[in-house]
C-alpha cells in the first residue's frame, strides 16, 4: 500500500487512488516515486486516476476490477459514477480454482471471561430476552422488559424484548424463515433465559416454533401465549422472575478465543472502508479464525462482484458449489423482483466515494481477512463448524445483523464510514473508517480505524481493535448498549395475506 498525506494506493497494480483529504484541480500527487496533477478536485475518499485509462478498459482497485471506464479517464482525473459502470451487468462464470493456501500467522494466547452453557456454547452475556411469536405482542413484549430491567436490576445483565411485526398472514417459505429465526435467537447463548410470548391465534404457532428448536435448554425457557391468562403482565413477570433465579447463579469463568463466534458487518460504508476500517476487521476475524473461532460473514449481495475472492478460498470443492449457489440464488431473487443485481451502493456510499457494487463488494469482504471459507449457512441456520463461514442474508443493517446473532454470533464488529447508532441483540462494536466519524459521534463509535490511513502499523491497530474484542467479550459494554440500542429485524420475502 502506498500512502502520502494526499491519497492511498492500495495496490501497485490500481489505476486509482483514494484522496485522504480534499484535494483541488492542480494540486501534486505523489505516488510510488511519480508525480501526477490533478486535472479537476476529487473530494476526500472518492478516487483519482493514477495512470490515463481507456474508454472501455477495466478500472482496478484492490488489484481487481471495479467496473468500465465509460470514456476515456487522464491521469489526474476524478473516478466516479460518471466515467465508470459496474461489470456486473455482464455475463459472470465461475470455476473451482482454489487459492494457494495461507499459512496460518501464529496467535498469542488469548482468553475472554465468558459465560459456558449447558450445551457447551459460550455467551458473552447473561441477559434474559423476550421474544414474541407475532407482532400483535410485540408492544406487550416491550412493556414488560421496562417492568423486568426495573424489577430485577442487578440480577442479571440485562432484560430486553426484540419485537418483530411478523409472525401472522404469513405463508410457505416465508413463515418458515420467521420461524426458524426466532428458534435460532432462543437458542442463543448469550441469553441466561428467555421468555417466549404468544397471542393464540397467530399461524406462526408456540408449539411449531418450539419444534424448530430442539438445541434450546427447556429449563432456562418460559412460554405463554396472552389469550389464555388473565393479566399478561402479571404471568411474564412471574416467569421472568424463574429465569432470573436461574441465570443469577452463573458465573463468567476465562474461556479461549476458540469459543468466540464474531459476526462481521458493514453498514454506512465510504471510500475509506475498504481500506482502513474492512481490512481491520479482516486481520481480527483471522486472528479469531487462526485461534480456532468462527467469524461469520454475510450481506450476500454486497459480495457481488468479488465473489470469487471467497470462492478460490473455498475449504474444499464442496463448499465452491455451495457459494456458487448461494450467489445465484440471491442473483435470482433480485431477478424473480425485477431488480437488476447492481442497483448497489447507496446514495450514501456514492457520496462517501465508493462508484459501484464492484467496489464495494471488494471493500466488504477485506472483512473476512484471507482465512479459507469452511461452511456456508441458509438463513435462520446456526453457525456447526469453527473457521470462516458465510451467512445467507441481504445487505440491510437490521436484517443482516440479526441474522449474525441467529447464526450464533456473541461479538459484531460493524464497520462504518458514516455513522450508525443502530444495535443489535449481540453487543456490537461500531468501528469507524476514518477519524473525523469518530471524532464527531464518540457516542455511536467505539473504535477508531483513521490511524491506519495515516501510516500507523496496522499490527499495533490490530492488536488494540482485539484487546477491544476481549474487552467486549468479557463483558465490557459497547456504545450502542449504553445508549440502549437494541433491536431486530427479520428478512421480509413472501406475500403478506
Same mark, same amino acid.
Given at each position: 500500500?502506498?500512502?502520502?498525506?494526499? #491519497?492511498?494506493? =492500495?495496490?501497485?497494480?490500481?489505476?486509482?487512488?483514494? $484522496?485522504?483529504? /480534499?484535494? *483541488? !484541480? +492542480?494540486?501534486? @500527487?505523489?505516488?510510488?516515486?511519480?508525480?501526477?496533477?490533478?486535472?479537476?478536485?476529487?473530494?476526500?475518499?472518492?478516487?483519482?486516476?493514477?495512470?490515463?485509462?481507456?474508454?472501455? #478498459?477495466?478500472? =482496478?482497485?484492490?488489484?481487481?476490477?471495479?467496473?468500465? $471506464?465509460?470514456? /476515456?479517464? *487522464? !491521469? +489526474?482525473?476524478? @473516478?466516479?459514477?460518471?466515467?465508470?459502470?459496474?461489470?456486473?451487468?455482464?455475463?459472470?462464470?465461475?470455476?473451482?480454482?482454489?487459492?494457494?493456501?495461507?499459512?496460518?500467522?501464529?496467535?498469542?494466547?488469548?482468553?475472554?471471561?465468558?459465560?459456558?452453557?449447558?450445551?457447551?456454547?459460550?455467551?458473552?452475556?447473561?441477559?434474559?430476552?423476550?421474544?414474541?411469536?407475532?407482532?400483535?405482542?410485540?408492544?406487550?413484549?416491550?412493556?414488560?422488559?421496562?417492568?423486568?430491567?426495573?424489577?430485577?436490576?442487578?440480577?442479571?445483565?440485562?432484560?430486553?424484548?426484540?419485537?418483530?411485526?411478523?409472525?401472522?398472514?404469513?405463508?410457505?417459505?416465508?413463515?418458515?424463515?420467521?420461524?426458524?429465526?426466532?428458534?435460532?435467537?432462543?437458542?442463543?447463548?448469550?441469553?441466561?433465559?428467555?421468555?417466549?410470548?404468544?397471542?393464540?391465534?397467530?399461524?406462526?404457532?408456540?408449539?411449531?416454533?418450539?419444534?424448530?428448536?430442539?438445541?434450546?435448554?427447556?429449563?432456562?425457557?418460559?412460554?405463554?401465549?396472552?389469550?389464555?391468562?388473565?393479566?399478561?403482565?402479571?404471568?411474564?413477570?412471574?416467569?421472568?422472575?424463574?429465569?432470573?433465579?436461574?441465570?443469577?447463579?452463573?458465573?463468567?469463568?476465562?474461556?479461549?478465543?476458540?469459543?468466540?463466534?464474531?459476526?462481521?458487518?458493514?453498514?454506512?460504508?465510504?471510500?475509506?472502508?475498504?481500506?482502513?476500517?474492512?481490512?481491520?476487521?479482516?486481520?481480527?476475524?483471522?486472528?479469531?479464525?487462526?485461534?480456532?473461532?468462527?467469524?461469520?460473514?454475510?450481506?450476500?449481495?454486497?459480495?457481488?462482484?468479488?465473489?470469487?475472492?471467497?470462492?478460490?478460498?473455498?475449504?474444499?470443492?464442496?463448499?465452491?458449489?455451495?457459494?456458487?449457489?448461494?450467489?445465484?440464488?440471491?442473483?435470482?431473487?433480485?431477478?424473480?423482483?425485477?431488480?437488476?443485481?447492481?442497483?448497489?451502493?447507496?446514495?450514501?456510499?456514492?457520496?462517501?466515494?465508493?462508484?459501484?457494487?464492484?467496489?464495494?463488494?471488494?471493500?466488504?469482504?477485506?472483512?473476512?481477512?484471507?482465512?479459507?471459507?469452511?461452511?456456508?449457512?441458509?438463513?435462520?441456520?446456526?453457525?456447526?463448524?469453527?473457521?470462516?463461514?458465510?451467512?445467507?442474508?441481504?445487505?440491510?443493517?437490521?436484517?443482516?445483523?440479526?441474522?449474525?446473532?441467529?447464526?450464533?454470533?456473541?461479538?459484531?464488529?460493524?464497520?462504518?464510514?458514516?455513522?450508525?447508532?443502530?444495535?443489535?441483540?449481540?453487543?456490537?462494536?461500531?468501528?469507524?473508517?476514518?477519524?473525523?466519524?469518530?471524532?464527531?459521534?464518540?457516542?455511536?463509535?467505539?473504535?477508531?480505524?483513521?490511524?491506519?490511513?495515516?501510516?500507523?502499523?496496522?499490527?499495533?491497530?490490530?492488536?488494540?481493535?482485539?484487546?477491544?474484542?476481549?474487552?467486549?467479550?468479557?463483558?465490557?459494554?459497547?456504545?450502542?448498549?449504553?445508549?440502549?440500542?437494541?433491536?431486530?429485524?427479520?428478512?421480509?420475502?413472501?406475500?403478506?395475506?
Amino acid at each position: 500500500m502506498q500512502t502520502t498525506h494526499s #491519497a492511498l494506493q =492500495v495496490d501497485p497494480r490500481d489505476d486509482v487512488a483514494t $484522496a485522504l483529504r /480534499d484535494l *483541488p !484541480a +492542480g494540486e501534486a @500527487v505523489s505516488l510510488g516515486g511519480t508525480t501526477l496533477t490533478l486535472c479537476e478536485p476529487v473530494a476526500k475518499g472518492h478516487k483519482l486516476a493514477v495512470r490515463p485509462i481507456a474508454a472501455g #478498459a477495466e478500472v =482496478v482497485k484492490f488489484g481487481w476490477p471495479i467496473g468500465r $471506464a465509460t470514456v /476515456d479517464i *487522464p !491521469a +489526474g482525473a476524478h @473516478v466516479h459514477t460518471h466515467n465508470v459502470r459496474t461489470l456486473l451487468e455482464e455475463a459472470q462464470h465461475y470455476a473451482y480454482a482454489p487459492a494457494p493456501s495461507v499459512q496460518a500467522e501464529p496467535v498469542a494466547r488469548r482468553t475472554f471471561d465468558g459465560y459456558r452453557r449447558a450445551n457447551g456454547a459460550v455467551g458473552t452475556r447473561n441477559e434474559i430476552w423476550i421474544l414474541c411469536t407475532v407482532g400483535c405482542v410485540g408492544a406487550t413484549a416491550r412493556r414488560l422488559a421496562e417492568l423486568a430491567a426495573r424489577r430485577f436490576a442487578g440480577r442479571v445483565e440485562g432484560v430486553h424484548a426484540f419485537p418483530h411485526p411478523y409472525g401472522c398472514s404469513q405463508l410457505g417459505d416465508d413463515l418458515d424463515h420467521t420461524r426458524t429465526m426466532l428458534a435460532s435467537l432462543a437458542q442463543h447463548p448469550n441469553a441466561g433465559g428467555v421468555l417466549l410470548i404468544g397471542l393464540g391465534c397467530e399461524n406462526n404457532q408456540m408449539d411449531a416454533l418450539l419444534a424448530s428448536a430442539p438445541g434450546i435448554d427447556r429449563n432456562r425457557l418460559r412460554a405463554f401465549t396472552t389469550q389464555m391468562v388473565s393479566d399478561e403482565y402479571e404471568t411474564g413477570l412471574s416467569m421472568i422472575e424463574e429465569l432470573v433465579a436461574l441465570a443469577e447463579q452463573d458465573r463468567r469463568e476465562p474461556v479461549p478465543l476458540s469459543e468466540l463466534v464474531l459476526g462481521l458487518k458493514c453498514g454506512g460504508s465510504d471510500g475509506f472502508s475498504g481500506v482502513s476500517a474492512n481490512p481491520l476487521v479482516g486481520r481480527v476475524a483471522d486472528a479469531v479464525a487462526n485461534a480456532g473461532g468462527t467469524p461469520v460473514l454475510t450481506e450476500i449481495p454486497e459480495i457481488f462482484g468479488a465473489e470469487r475472492i471467497l470462492m478460490a478460498r473455498a475449504q474444499n470443492e464442496a463448499v465452491f458449489g455451495e457459494i456458487c449457489q448461494l450467489v445465484e440464488d440471491f442473483k435470482g431473487y433480485f431477478i424473480a423482483h425485477g431488480q437488476p443485481v447492481y442497483e448497489n451502493p447507496s446514495p450514501g456510499n456514492k457520496a462517501g466515494g465508493i462508484t459501484t457494487l464492484d467496489e464495494k463488494s471488494l471493500g466488504a469482504v477485506q472483512k473476512a481477512g484471507r482465512a479459507p471459507v469452511v461452511d456456508v449457512l441458509r438463513y435462520g441456520e446456526r453457525v456447526r463448524q469453527k473457521g470462516l463461514v458465510l451467512l445467507e442474508a441481504p445487505g440491510n443493517d437490521a436484517v443482516s445483523s440479526t441474522a449474525l446473532t441467529a447464526a450464533g454470533a456473541t461479538v459484531i464488529l460493524f464497520t462504518t464510514g458514516r455513522g450508525t447508532p443502530m444495535g443489535f441483540p449481540a453487543p456490537t462494536l461500531k468501528i469507524a473508517s476514518n477519524t473525523g466519524l469518530a471524532e464527531r459521534k464518540p457516542g455511536w463509535i467505539d473504535f477508531d480505524a483513521g490511524p491506519l490511513l495515516e501510516g500507523e502499523a496496522p499490527e499495533a491497530v490490530t492488536e488494540r481493535l482485539l484487546d477491544l474484542v476481549v474487552a467486549t467479550a468479557s463483558g465490557a459494554e459497547t456504545r450502542a448498549e449504553r445508549n440502549g440500542e437494541r433491536e431486530i429485524a427479520l428478512w421480509k420475502q413472501g406475500v403478506t395475506v
